[in-house]
């Protein structure tokens, strides 16, 4: 986990930028006022070029970063932080100024949008939440150290608002070398423009180890958008375990798994009415059937949740090995490894030929290969409706002192396969299907005479054992219809970069799944930013001037303005360690449930200040409550509603059009900040704080509600499984309405 860490504290010196850059135009613009005398509706704009400047480049940042790629946004993104510093610590007037700023909202704008879709691309799925909250303790850490700097810069006797304001090319100046010399580009986005040597040697790079053979299959699934999932059932255990006795259903149909040991053989078979996903996916959960307006997508993530074992580790509890025990030993499904062997055509099959140059360009079938004669060979006599499950060959491979590396879990406890379906046409020929299969285990490992039985690291079930698990079975990504046209004899996938420039990424946004994650992004996006944040950040100083902090301050010999300083460096140094406690419990307690805890408490806090704003108490009891209020309502804000909107949106959607979504979701972010900043003064003017804090209460209200029905619990589980999650969710949202 080492390089996926440091990769993303790397990235992450851009939202320090964003957050050194809001604290320091909020001390600076007193200085800039009073040195160019400006009136109130310029100072105004002054420092709304910024907001300005980050909604403007929104717009196009998303469909350029799956265009050209994560990592040349984010270099662009540091250049126009270093050149708009340089600007602003140069301008001789107003207008100079102003285009600095709006440079700087660009610069604030990508680093916004592309930071936390970029670290969610390059992340394991079981430290994507920790290391997706990083950008809000840079951002608050950033505006900490910038309000210490501009406070120590009060206390001259002529404080500079250049100095102030062009000290920022110079964290941006490192932030553009490390863009620039150490952070790789997204092996997703490599793998949706077919490069796939680059993207393994980044995912080597970023894992620590040699064997990424599993999660690259899955970043290959990740290029397909919409389709038909199915969610089926399987026990999957010895033979005989299966075979004798243990008859859920009439159907014969098994998939052969050829165990990690010679000899040794397992069957998954499918069963109906015993996984609790497959339950959920057929009448929804037990526990929200009495609410009728819970979204089918929320009861199908959390029947996941439910099964994941609790103790912090998300690796597959399918079986230890699970990876190695899915062998394709027989000669008919022989797998390449995708950039160390060739696969070239040879009359109507594939035949595959070890050596070569690597390269992108000469993988044709990087999954599964096809071979005619083979297939022809060793399918002479199939079983009617036959299938086998297939997986890559050197999924578990030995690694320094003994430690097996499963190179098919792809986190969250899920596994992914490959099933080829056989059978006899009307007409004598071999008809097959090729499908996709994520695996995820359901219940524990137990045996038919009731035991529950441990599986240790590195040993073997025993005989007798069986593991329940559900699957989404759907066609691969790179299954193209063009390929099934050709009627191949076995499995056979294109390649990748033969799919990325096919069909239109606008398109793809009115997939149901796409629509519906869309729906769940703008919604958080937009309710986030109406539920108070900025008001009471405005508020604070207030609060604490009542509460006697500015004159004990005073005392100190601190002016208005530093004293002010000051409170506002204290503000955001309390955000930090809740923030830290929020990378914690982000991938163990969750996303969902951070939410669903943290914003009753909003609401509480809200509640408490409209209430002491109304009643007459002594002026010491008010302070000392109104303040604790405050404290409590940003340290928790913070710790949920401030970061979770941004991870969530760079999960939900699927690889292709990730950027370009987020773009739509980080747009609705912006106009809604922009609608909130400029309002306030006009809100308070109107129905003064009591008002405002009464509208912030109801719509944190809202949120909870919108929480609680549409949004689903992601943590832990790989961008593609959620993403296909999303799929089948708004297609049983669809059929509820119907």
Known sequence: MKGASLVAIAACIGNFLQGWDNATIAGAVIYVKKDLKL???????????????????????????????????????SILYFVSGLVMFWSPNVYV???GRLL???????????????????????????????????????????????????????????MMLGILSIPSLLYFVLTVFYLPESPRWLVSKGKMLEAKQVLQRLRGREDVSGEMALLAEGLGIGGETSIEEYIIGPADEVADGQEPTVDKDKIKLYGP????SWVAKPITGQSSLAL?????????????????????????????????????????????????????????????????????????????????????????SRQTTSMEKDMAHPTSHGSALSMRRHSSLLQGAGEAVDGTGIGGGWQLAWKWSEREGEDGKKE??????????????????????????????VEGEYIQ?????????????????????????????????????????????????????????????????????????QILEDAGVSVLLADLGLSTNSAS???????????????????????????????????PVLILSLIVLIIFELVTVSAMVSAAILTACVIIFICCFVSAYGPIPNILCSEIFPTRVRGLCIAICAMVYWIGDIIVTYTLPVMLTSIGLVGIFGIYAAVCVISWIFVFLKVPETKGMPLEVITEFFAVGARQAAAAKN
């Open 39 to 77: 009136q109130s509706s310029v100072e105004g704009l002054v420092v709304a070029m910024s907001l300005i400047g980050a909604a403007a480049i929104t717009t196009c940042s998303g469909p350029i970063s799956d265009w050209i790629g994560r990592r040349p946004m984010l270099i662009s993104s």
């Open 565 to 599: 300083f000051l409170i506002s460096a204290f503000t955001n140094l309390l955000m930090l360690p809740c923030i830290g406690i929020a990378m914690k419990l982000m991938d163990i307690s969750g996303r969902r449930t951070l939410l669903l805890t943290t914003i």
């Open 469 to 541: 698990a559900a699957a989404l079975v759907s066609q691969p990504a790179l299954y193209s219809k063009e390929l099934m046209d050709q009627h191949p004899v076995g499995p056979a996938m294109v390649h990748p970069s033969q799919t990325a420039t096919k069909a239109p990424i606008w398109a793809a946004l009115l997939e149901p799944g796409v629509k519906h994650a869309l729906f769940v992004g703008m919604g958080i996006q937009l309710l986030q930013q109406f539920a108070g944040i900025n008001g009471v950040l405005y508020y604070t100083p």
């Open 432 to 461: 097959g299907g090729f499908k996709r299969i994520y695996l995820h285990q359901e219940g524990v490992p137990g045996s038919r005479r009731g035991s529950i039985v441990s599986l240790p690291g590195g040993d073997v079930p």
């Open 261 to 264: 040991e010679e000899g040794l």
């Open 104 to 162: 700087d909202g660009f610069g604030v704008g990508l680093a916004v949008t592309l930071i936390p879709l970029y670290i969610s691309e390059t992340a394991p799925s079981d430290i994507r939440g920790m290391l997706n909250t990083l950008p809000q303790f840079a951002g608050s850490g950033g505006m900490f150290l910038s309000y210490c700097m501009v406070f120590g810069m009060s206390l001259t006797t002529s404080p500079s608002w250049r």
């Open 97 to 99: 100024l102003c285009i």
């Open 280 to 368: 959920v996916s057929r009448q929804g959960s037990m526990v929200n059937q009495g609410v009728p307006l819970m979204d089918p997508l929320v009861t199908l993530f959390g029947s996941v949740h439910e099964k994941l074992p609790d103790t912090g580790s998300m690796r597959s509890m399918l079986f230890p090995n699970f990876g190695s025990m899915f062998s394709t030993a027989e000669p008919h499904f022989r797998t390449e490894q995708w950039d160390e062997e060739s696969v070239q055509r040879e009359g109507e099959g594939y035949a595959s030929e070890a050596g070569g140059e690597d390269s992108d360009d000469n993988l044709h079938s990087p999954l599964i």
